[in-house]
């Protein structure tokens, strides 16, 4: 299995700002995923980040909003832009395992004051 | 567009009892199905995986079935306990790409 980590675990941000959030993973892997869970929610699909191209980005999200990184087979980073109290959300990454299990991280949890 | 809905949203049983969450989906093209479980304020953890080829895995007191045919997936617990408690999702994955698409979940409470 897949060990995921992220940064911030959690963080109380202003209307207006940007934050980054980090996804590190233990083994080297071609796909990760980043999804948005808002309250209440279940959890959606904002974009697949593939290693050395651009992130595809699912309908209702967009770069400007979302800018995603993955400079290698470790690690990604999703930036929340420009924030609003519609943003408070838990973000979490994912990869594919062995068999493709997807694996979760523990989450950001978001709150835009 | 793939759409997966979850019954019941919520269940409450006394410990010791066993019980089914059911999963259904619109579209049968799947590559494969998994569930998790989320406990509050925590990430999620896989369950069991279900390959499109398969028609069951079982995991301890956990039993998942598939039925493509029927767009239709269903988690058996045998044996309820209270650390059963938390919120069931299932998920699922098309053909031809490994993003999952979730239904709303069912939050259980297992009651001692």
């Known amino acids: 299995s897949a060990v995921i980590s992220q940064k911030p675990s959690r963080d109380i941000c202003q209307r207006g700002t940007s934050l980054t959030i980090q996804c590190q993973v233990d083994?080297?892997?071609?796909?990760m995923f980043w999804y948005r869970q808002q309250p209440g929610q279940s959890l959606t699909l904002i974009a697949t980040?593939?290693?050395?191209?651009?992130?595809?980005?699912e309908s209702g999200f967009v770069i400007d909003k979302f800018p995603i990184s993955r400079p290698n087979l470790t690690f990604s980073t999703l930036t929340v832009s420009n924030m609003s109290p519609e943003d408070s959300s838990i973000y979490l990454c994912?990869?594919?395992?062995?068999?493709?299990?997807?694996?979760f991280g523990p989450g950001t949890r978001l709150l835009v004051l | 567009k793939q759409e997966v809905t979850q019954i019941p949203a919520a269940l409450s049983v006394p410990e010791g009892e066993n019980l089914v969450l059911n999963c259904s989906f619109t579209?049968?093209?799947?590559?494969?199905l998994q569930w998790f479980r989320q406990d509050p304020g925590k990430g999620l953890t896989s369950l069991l995986l279900i390959q499109s080829s398969q028609r069951e895995q079982t995991s301890g007191r956990l039993n998942a079935s598939l039925d493509k045919s029927s767009g239709r997936s269903t988690l058996y617990i045998a044996a309820s306990q209270p650390g059963d408690s938390a919120t069931y999702l299932c998920?699922?994955?098309?053909?031809?790409?490994?993003?999952?698409?979730f239904g709303s979940g069912t939050r259980l409470q297992v009651q001692p």
């Open positions: 980040a593939n290693q050395g191209s651009e992130a595809t980005y």
């Open positions: 579209d049968s093209a799947i590559y494969n």
């Open positions: 998920a699922l994955a098309d053909t031809g790409r490994r993003a999952l698409t």
């Open positions: 994912s990869v594919g395992g062995r068999g493709e299990t997807q694996y």
């Open positions: 083994s080297q892997v071609t796909m």
